[in-house]
C-alpha cells in the first residue's frame, strides 16, 4: 500500500465521525480500493479533517452549508458537481461511489475563486 493511500485510508475513518453529515461516508472505505484508488488516495491527500472538524462544528454548519450551495449551484463549478446532492436545509452531502471523486474534490477546497479578478476555477 502506497503513502497516500494509507494516509487516505486514515482520512477515510477519520470521515466516519462526520456521519451524520455525509451518510454513507462508510462506504468511502470500499472506494479506496480497485479502479480509480489510486487517484482517489492522492486526492484525499489533500482533505483537512482538522479543517473539515472547523467548517462541520454546530456553529460554523449553516455558513458552511450556504457556501456549498453557492459552490455546487455556480455556474462555473455546476458541471462539476453535476451529480453530487448537497442538501442545505438537512445539512447533508451526500456519498456516493459513482460521485467518489466529486465527493473529495469539494472536500478537499478544490473550487477555488481568484482574489483580484474573482475568475472560478477547479485547483
Given at each position: 500500500?502506497?503513502?497516500?493511500?494509507?494516509?487516505?485510508?486514515?482520512?477515510a475513518e477519520n470521515l466516519q465521525a462526520?456521519?451524520?453529515i455525509p451518510p454513507n461516508v462508510e462506504n468511502f472505505q470500499n472506494d479506496l480500493n480497485g479502479r480509480g484508488s489510486f487517484i482517489l488516495s492522492r486526492m484525499m491527500a489533500r482533505v483537512s479533517v482538522k479543517g473539515l472538524k472547523e467548517k462541520l462544528d454546530k456553529e460554523k454548519l449553516v455558513e458552511t452549508f450556504n457556501k456549498l450551495d453557492e459552490i455546487v449551484k455556480d455556474e462555473r463549478?455546476?458541471?462539476?458537481?453535476k451529480d453530487?446532492?448537497?442538501d442545505k436545509d438537512?445539512?447533508?452531502?451526500?456519498y456516493e461511489s459513482e460521485n467518489k471523486f466529486k465527493f473529495v474534490a469539494l472536500l478537499a477546497d478544490r473550487p477555488s475563486q481568484t482574489l483580484f479578478l474573482g475568475r472560478k476555477f477547479m485547483e
Open positions: 500500500m502506497s503513502e497516500y493511500q494509507d494516509r487516505a485510508k486514515t482520512k462526520f456521519s451524520d463549478f455546476k458541471k462539476d458537481f453530487l446532492k448537497v438537512k445539512k447533508k452531502i451526500y
